[in-house]
């Protein structure tokens, strides 16, 4: 009851986003913080899933975050044709979308919708058809195929590329109907 209380929360900005979801306009992330009480930003991670390019930058004073949440915005409007992209990461809802929007807000960015057009909760959509009670942490997502060394905001972001990757070849999936069907609010209201 608690993830389909959070879904309703933080939805999917628009069904329409959700369907135009592709591979092209696919970016992973993850953003890894400090372990105090603010959970600033230390790294933050990217991959896109069709060009394979990256993105890492490490926040490593107070003054840094303002440049690296630039340059994280910035390098999203190269991806997609102009076009704004979906970002997917693993426990987005709950931690990595708030976040980054929290983090923003707090250098006086505003996040536009014609950078980013959604958000996808990954962790919330392997619940779902894993059929599971808990949410599958990444390492369980991954099995053997990657284990996690060093926890990193980019490898992470690589890893979980790589995990759904290999569950929509395996299920013949296109990415839109992988979250498509697991994120529509009629469905769960």
């Not at 696919?26 to 913080?33: C, K, Y």
């Amino acid at each position: 009851m608690k993830d389909i209380a959070l879904l309703k929360k933080l939805h999917l900005e628009s069904e329409e986003a959700n369907m135009n979801l592709t591979k092209k306009g696919a970016v992973f992330f993850d953003i890894n913080t400090s372990r105090d009480s603010a959970h600033t930003i230390t790294t933050l991670g990217a991959v896109h899933c069709a060009s394979n390019k990256a993105f890492e930058k490490k926040v490593n004073k107070p003054s840094e975050l303002s440049i690296v949440l630039q340059d994280f915005l910035s390098w999203l409007q190269t991806l997609n044709d102009g076009k704004p992209v979906g970002l997917i990461a693993h426990n987005c809802f709950a931690f990595d979308k708030p976040t980054l929007e929290r983090s923003a807000a707090s250098v006086g960015l505003k996040i536009s919708s014609s950078v980013i057009s959604a958000y996808y909760d990954s962790m919330l959509a392997y619940k779902d058809f894993l059929k599971v009670e808990k949410r599958p942490s990444l390492d369980v997502i991954a099995g053997n195929d990657a284990p996690r060394r060093d926890h990193g905001a980019l490898h992470d972001s690589k890893l979980l590329k790589n995990c759904i990757l290999k569950t929509l070849s395996q299920e013949n999936l296109k990415i839109r109907t992988f979250f498509e069907s697991r994120f529509k609010l009629n469905e769960i209201e």
